[in-house]
């Protein structure tokens, strides 16, 4: 594994890990809704609590995808794994889009960039 496909696993997991610390408070009930699901409530409703408290698990996964494409857990030449490596890159670059037009400013100004830090890094890894 190179440098910079360690990098950018590196860079990744952490921003994930970063997401989920995140989206833990808000279904917890902290005020930072503005920053999620479109930031139209600064206390997310429990339906979106729930959306918040699932999203962590599938982060775990997109972790899991990325670590096993730079060959840090098993299966990383698998078709299946290279596949959804590409499916994170393209959710990614469609988060920047849908992030950028959000009506939340907050949600443009931190979660656009965030994205856009995720499309290239797991970009880097699915070309690796």
Known sequence: ???LVSSAVL???LVLGALAVL???VAAGAPWG???WGGAHRVLSRRLRIASAASVVLYAGFAAVLLSRA???PGGDSLAIRIL???LFGYFALGVLMNAISRSRAERLTMTPVCAVLAA???VV???
């Open 1 to 3: 594994m190179s440098a």
């Open 11 to 13: 860079v990744a997991c």
């Open 23 to 25: 989206q833990i408070c």
């Open 34 to 36: 503005r920053f999620v």
């Open 71 to 73: 060959g840090i857990l």
């Open 85 to 87: 490596t590409w499916v």
């Open 121 to 123: 890094a797991t970009l």
């Open 126 to 128: 699915a070309l690796s």
